[in-house]
């Protein structure tokens, strides 16, 4: 079933590469603020205990399209208001890309601080204070002993987000990044053949999503190695 | 809400330093335009941009004598980034209206136009408010077509789209009975492949709609230099061979 | 910040709110119903009936619901034979659209959430209801489904406020939701931040109350199904 691109099968292609290039920018993004999300989550410091809170709660509760809008649209706005204290008058350029990275980052690391959350939580505290009294200093201890375990604990839930975060991808089309959809509807309206640009797309999504789904799967049995089967 | 925004800011500004941090205004005037409104601005298949915007843009630009930038924007929002300082002006097709003065200044007119409704050619349409009324009818979202549904033809069904492509695409599908739109866009796609089957009714509805470019509001000395060039395009008959180009009737 | 406007914008945001919670509820319900069936041809014991929904929860699991929307919307639209077809009058709205594909699109997930609900249903339960002489019918509806709802109740919680999300991809085909109307304000305003924000408010409400109400639903289900034994210390 290879429908006939009229040419356009090089134009689909670029924006699939745009598609990949967000979806692993955004990643990795979302995961350092995961990390920080569930580290002011479970700190001692009840402020930081709200603000994370409050991060991950408003983003899971905003429609993507929304965040996705508001950051593009509103983003510069308050980015000049918040540089003007400090001298700068000039214009401060968030370009869909970067719109766009923000966004999904902003939504992966909302749901990313719940994963990294659970992921530290399940690991006895025993371990850390063993590395402790075994002469390690925090870091150390933190870098050697929780973090491969939250790493592999952590991975299947990331996986998942990463999976919704290829198919939202999507969404930063409407504010024009020449990403896979947009290059979809340039097609569509040279054309007008909208069923077979959109499935088009759909197919190559659907390989994108299938070629994660084996990535994760070879990641998750390499993050549990020397783990037992379980 | 101001911690909410103040936190955003700080995410936000975190993400642009990764990015390689702000971009600067420089001399060279960024000119705004959408990119799917043709014969007025599109984009070929070369990634181009296209169009009467786009050339009359390039010659006020040569008449100014400045370098110029295009810059691509969504039309939904075209505006908010003129203000947020994206570019330094909208050549878009764009219409004066109250609305929009209350929030850009505009230059003289560089055409005119008109709103018309597009019908299939078989079908009888009033275009009357009671006409109308119960009807289907598409324009695109936040423009003067837009504006002009919603006031004059409260009980007719009316459905803004993202771009004008989109509304044509569904006049063609028959999830619309009529479209309003820019007589010069319409007369554009009624000679399309895909507008064979359709064709203008009534008269137009709206004349002497008049089209400007918008610049940020405080600017008169860019307001007056764009005037200027327009008119000078107009007598040097630059303008006249760019209007050759499009339309074979002076839309001035 | 011009909390004028964010006030006087509300009627019109909460007028696209209603349209929202009509999409999901609307959505929601034909979802379930669509779900029931493909969950259980997944667990069924006969290989070909479990490979039938394959596919189709592939397909819509694993490309983006924007793209499902212009498939179901500009796509079918294409084709003179589903415009002259009796499905038009349906197809042709774009409400009916939205239903469609957002039908679609969470009756592929809440199948797979069912599924993994009725595999964690004890077999011994199944095996003593059969000895019990209940048929496989009787089995399933007095049963396992019973119990695989109440298990598959927190993660259909996260589907359905997913979908109230999903929900704002309306906007795009024209409908006025609550990310429509905000979008249409806009364009005369051109005040995206106030207005966007009093949307994002108004989606945190409803998202908060969603899960307010699934976690009652949860704690009604457990107390109800499993009432304390009596006569016991």
Known sequence: MVPDLHGFGPVLLEGTLMTVRLAVASCAVGIVLGLLGAAAKLSGSPVLRALGGAYSTVLRGIPELLVVLMIYFGASTVLMAAARPFGYAGYIELSPFVAGVTALGLTFGAYATEVFRGALQAIPPGQSEAARALGMGRVLAFRRVTLPQVWRLALPGLGNLFMVLLKDTALISVIGLEELMRMTAFAVGRTKEPFTFYLAAALIYLVLTALTTLALSAMERRAARGHGRR | ?252 | MDLRLMVDSLPQLLLGMLATLELVALSGALGVVLAVPVALARVSPRAWVRAAPLGYIFFLRGTPLLVQIFLVYYGLGQFETVRESVLWPVLREAYWCAIIAFTLNTSAYTAEILRGAIQAVPPGEVEAARALGMSHALTLRRVVLPRAVRMALPAYGNEVILMVKGSALASTITLLDLTGMARTIIAKTYKPLEIFLAAGLLYLLITLVITRLIRRAETHLSTTANPRPKGRP
Request: overall charge negative.
């Open chain 2, 1 to 252: 809400m101001h911690k909410l925004s103040t936190f955003f800011a700080a995410v936000v500004a975190a993400g642009l330093l990764v990015a390689g941090g702000p971009a600067k205004a420089a001399d060279p005037l960024r000119i705004g335009t959408e990119g799917a409104y043709p014969p007025f601005n599109l984009v070929d298949a070369n990634g181009e941009l296209q169009g009467f915007d786009v050339d009359i843009a390039k010659a006020l630009c040569a008449a100014m004598e400045v370098e110029c930038t295009f810059v691509k924007q969504d039309w939904d929002g075209i505006i908010p980034a003129l203000l947020a300082g994206k570019y330094d002006a909208i050549v878009a097709s764009m219409s004066i209206t109250e609305e929009r003065r209350q929030a850009v200044d505009f230059t003289e007119r560089y055409y005119t136009n008109k709103l018309r409704f597009i019908a299939r050619k078989d079908m009888q349409l009033d275009i009357s408010a009671a006409g109308l009324a119960g009807l289907d009818v598409g324009a695109q979202r936040a423009t003067i077509s837009g504006s002009f549904l919603e006031e004059h033809y409260p009980d007719a069904n009316v459905r803004l789209y993202d771009t004008q492509e989109n509304a044509y695409l569904d006049l063609a599908a028959g999830r619309l009975d009529a479209v309003l739109g820019d007589a010069l866009v319409n007369y554009e796609w009624l000679n399309s492949e895909a507008g064979a089957d359709f064709a203008f009714k009534g008269a137009p509805v709206f004349e002497g709609d008049l089209i400007a470019i918008a610049l940020r509001k405080g600017n008169p000395d860019l307001v007056e230099r764009f005037n200027a060039a327009i008119r000078q395009i107009r007598a040097d008959g630059t303008y006249q061979e760019i209007n050759a180009r499009y339309f074979p009737f002076d839309i001035y």
